[in-house]
Nanobody, 115 residues
Framework: QVQLVESGGGLVQPGGSLRLSCVAS???????MAWYRQAPGKQRELVAD???????SYADSVKGRFTISRDSAQNTVYLQMNNLQPEDTAGYYC??????????WGQGTQVTVSP
């Protein structure tokens, strides 16, 4: 079993920044981790992911504004979000994927961007 706990969401004005954290615990090992988001009435979408060797990828809508990183010693993945815009408003979910352990989701943290 893998448990994922997100934190760092909140209310921010357009142009502001937030940093999300996701701490993984349980029977984990180094694996792909990612951040997804889901806005009301929309499908969940991939925001960014980071692979075992540190290779990252981003959705086009967040390139140049968001940065995903990990602290393997702390089993934590971060999402630094800069220049936030109202369209970034969504629930943000941490995701862990390992071919032997399976796929896991966190409970989500809300990000609201509003004047």
């Amino acid at each position: 079993q893998v448990q994922l706990v997100e934190s760092g969401g909140g209310l921010v004005q357009p142009g502001g920044s937030l940093r999300l954290s996701c701490v993984a615990s349980g029977s984990i090992r180094l694996a792909t981790m990612a951040w997804y988001r889901q806005a009301p009435g929309k499908q969940r979408e991939l925001v960014a992911d980071i692979r075992i060797f540190g290779i990252t990828s981003y959705a086009d809508s967040v390139k140049g504004r968001f940065t995903i990183s990990r602290d393997s010693a702390q089993n934590t993945v971060y999402l630094q979000m800069n220049n936030l815009q109202p369209e970034d408003t969504a629930g943000y979910y941490c995701y862990y994927s390992d071919r032997k352990l399976g796929d896991y989701w966190g409970q989500g943290t809300q990000v609201t961007v509003s004047p």
